[in-house]
Structures are given as structure tokens and as C-alpha cells.
């Protein structure tokens, strides 16, 4: 009899202690009795210490099936079955608190900037919900949404012969299938936050416009600030249901004529979008602004002009400042164009002086196009202004001249008059 309960109660601390082991390699933890060699501080969870817990795991599954062959099973009296039960009971509510002991202290809870999550909303954010965000929107967890329709697509060539396009779709099958084994960057308990905040409609997770921020805000005050923004009529213009298919649709018939008066041109046809969807818009908050306005941000993926668009822009992008000299690369390129001698000990620092300098966009303004906005809307305002030989001299001289006031106010201080300063 008391064999037996021996037996039975190796088994169960045995199990315990093997599931312990795997909530610690879900979670992406270490136990106190692991050796420390297996912690890094460039790492919060080594592949090391992942192996090191796998065959911990292994071996005593190993235990638990060695004790269950080694004889036959013997039903033990009441009150020892309840006290087997009883001790199974506090061994596992101290095993969850040792879990989440080592949750809490675990080194992925300084992976993040905390610091950069900003809540706007009614929901109360648990401390995992801002750790998990506070790695940012851009954080790759090892996963993949994509279907398996949507990776043959997108490696979808319609001048490729009936055997590549099979040999490429295995290929696409066996990469979707060893993806889909890999196992998840991040802890469990990152995992299900996600999984919460994504179920959670009141809400709306965006990037800050300025920062790299991830901002939380209700999702009704979010599309009231979208709605103002649309009912701005100087900028945007209310268009009838059907207006993109028909806009997406002249483009194609243009767009094939053109392209079929050349060799080269016939080449590109493929990449006219048979079903193109209107392109898409979204807004990111101006935190650093009074009223938390939106900036409007619209996505052209997978509409008509998209792919050919994609094309084109190769060859272009590197001839950017060789055509034409009013293309500016960056706030340094702007200095040392400038008229005004600045020393070179501050253009080295110029970029941090000048955030705030005004981008010189009528001189690189792009020709007038058509952006439909969820079939409901277009922009109406004229993307490529005329400006007279005044108003671009005036433009850039106010551009000069805030790019002085920040150098003087570094250089001399609020104090001093900046005209007084020779460059």
C-alpha cells in the first residue's frame, strides 16, 4: 500500500514539475535551479536555455512513462487518495506562484521603453498590455498572418511556364509549413495580451505621427477626428458609389494603350491589377500637438497604378539630385546649399538644430492624380501649384531664416541678438 502511495506520488510531482518546466519555456523564463551560465544580458531568453528546458521536459516525461510500466496500478485507501490529492493541490498553486514570480522579474519586462506608450483611452492597460506594447508595432513576433493563397499571389508570374508555376507553389508550400513550426518569439503571456487587446472593438492601437510612439485612443474619438478631416471640402470631395471602380478602370485602358506601343512596354502589362481595390486611408495622432490632431496617411497597396507604380520608381530613385538641382536630401544638404556660410563644427549638429525647418515642396511637387479614398472620396486639392519666381524666394528666405534663428539661439543664446552674429 505504501509503495503504491510512493509511487503515485512520484508520478504526480514528477507531472507537476514537467509542466511547471513547460509553462517556464512558453513563458520564456528560467527556474532558480537553472545554471546561470544559460542568462545573457544581450538576450532575454538564450536558445540555449530553450534547449536546456526542452530535454529537462523530455527527461521527466521519461520518469513519469518508467514509473507507470513498473507494475500494476493498486487502488489505495480513501484517506490516503485524499491526502495524494491534497499534496498535488499545494504543489501546484506553489508552482503558479513561483510562475508568476518569475514573470515579474523576468528580463523581457526591460526589453521595451515604457515609456512610449501613451493611453488615451477609457480601457485600463494591465502592466503585460504596456510591456507587450512597449516593443513596438513594428516588433516581429516569428509569426506570419498570410494565407497560403496570398504567398502564391504574390509570387505569381504570369509569363512563367505551367512547370515553374507549380515548382514555385511547392516552394511556397514548404516555406508556409516550416513557418507555421516555428516557434513564437515571445512569451505566452504577450501573446494572450495581444490577443485581448485585438478583440477589444472600443479601441484603436495606432504609431504616433512624431516619436515612433504607440498611442491607444478610444476608436469613436478616433473617427471623429478622421471625419474632420474628410469633411474638409478645400481638400476633399464627397464622390458616388462606383466612382473608383470606373477611375481604376480608364487607368487600365490608358495604361495598356501606352504600354502596347512598345516592346519593353509590353513587358510591364502584367502588372495592371485585374481586381484593384481603392486605396485606403488612415490616421496617425500628433501627440506633440495641442488637440491631438490626425495626420492622414493613405495606402496605395493594391490599387490600380500600384504595382506598375512600384516598377517605375526603380529607375528614378536613382537619379534623384543628378536631373535637378532643386532636390534636397536631407536638413545637411539644405545648409550646405544655403547662401549662408555656416561653420563646419555646426553643420555636424545641424540636424539636430533644424527639426523644425519647412520642407521646400514646390519645388519637387508631383503632377495632379486622382486618389480615391474608400470609394467614398478624392482629394481636390491641386498637387501641383504654381509658384511665382516671389513666392519661391519667399518661401526660401523664411526657410533660411529659421534655420539661422535656430543656429544663433544654440550659438549665442536667447539672450543676444542673432543679427548681430557673422557667418
Known amino acids: ?59 521527466l516525461e521519461d520518469k513519469v512513462n518508467e514509473l507507470h510500466h513498473d507494475i500494476d496500478s493498486l487502488a489505495l485507501p480513501g484517506w490516503l487518495s485524499r491526502k495524494l490529492a491534497k499534496e498535488y493541490t499545494v504543489q501546484s498553486v506553489k508552482l503558479k506562484r513561483e510562475l508568476a514570480r518569475l514573470c515579474e522579474v523576468s528580463d523581457w519586462n526591460i526589453v521595451g521603453r515604457l515609456d512610449l506608450v501613451l493611453n488615451l483611452s477609457d480601457r485600463r492597460l494591465s502592466s503585460t498590455e504596456k510591456q507587450v506594447l512597449s516593443l513596438g508595432l513594428k516588433f516581429d513576433i516569428g509569426g506570419n498572418g498570410k494565407g497560403f493563397n496570398e504567398f502564391i499571389n504574390c509570387n505569381y508570374k504570369w509569363r512563367d511556364r505551367d512547370a515553374d508555376k507549380g515548382f514555385t507553389q511547392g516552394v511556397v508550400a514548404c516555406y508556409k509549413a516550416l513557418a507555421q513550426s516555428n516557434i513564437c518569439v515571445i512569451p505566452r503571456r504577450y501573446k494572450e495580451a495581444l490577443h485581448t487587446l485585438s478583440q477589444d472593438d472600443s479601441i484603436i492601437i495606432s504609431q504616433a505621427d512624431k516619436g515612433g510612439g504607440v ?44 504600354l ?43 490599387s490600380a497604378p500600384h504595382k506598375l507604380a512600384k516598377r517605375l520608381a526603380k529607375p528614378l530613385s536613382g537619379t534623384l539630385g543628378s536631373i535637378s538641382d532643386a532636390h534636397l536630401r536631407n536638413s545637411s544638404d539644405l545648409i550646405r546649399r544655403s547662401p549662408i556660410q555656416v561653420p563646419k563644427r555646426e553643420v555636424v549638429r545641424a540636424n539636430r538644430w533644424n527639426r523644425n525647418v519647412l520642407a521646400l515642396g514646390c519645388f519637387t511637387c508631383p503632377k495632379p492624380s486622382c486618389l480615391l479614398l474608400k470609394r467614398q472620396y478624392s482629394f481636390r486639392v491641386n498637387l501641383n501649384p504654381k509658384f511665382t519666381d516671389g513666392d519661391i524666394k519667399e518661401h526660401y528666405n523664411q526657410t533660411i531664416d529659421r534655420v539661422t534663428m535656430n543656429k544663433c539661439t544654440k550659438v549665442i543664446g536667447h539672450n543676444e541678438d542673432p543679427r548681430r552674429l557673422n557667418f
Open 1 to 59: 500500500m505504501w509503495k503504491e502511495y510512493y509511487r503515485q506520488r512520484r508520478i504526480a510531482s514528477y507531472t507537476l514539475r514537467g509542466r511547471f518546466l513547460m509553462d517556464c519555456l512558453e513563458e520564456q523564463v528560467l527556474p532558480e535551479s537553472a545554471p546561470r551560465q544559460l542568462r545573457s544580458d544581450k538576450h532575454p531568453f538564450t536558445e540555449s536555455a530553450r534547449v536546456y528546458l526542452e530535454e529537462a521536459c523530455k527527461n
Open 215 to 258: 498611442i491607444v485612443m478610444n476608436k469613436n474619438d478616433y473617427l471623429d477626428k478622421m471625419l474632420d478631416l474628410l469633411n474638409d471640402h478645400t481638400t476633399y470631395e464627397r464622390k458616388p458609389d462606383g466612382n473608383a471602380d470606373n477611375e481604376a478602370e480608364k487607368f487600365k485602358i490608358e495604361a495598356r494603350n501606352i
Open 260 to 302: 502596347r506601343k512598345s516592346v519593353k512596354g509590353k513587358k510591364l502589362l502584367g502588372l495592371l491589377e485585374e481586381a484593384p481595390r481603392p486605396p485606403l486611408m488612415h490616421g496617425l495622432p500628433k501627440v506633440h500637438k495641442t488637440g491631438i490632431p490626425m495626420r492622414p496617411i493613405t495606402s496605395g497597396i493594391g
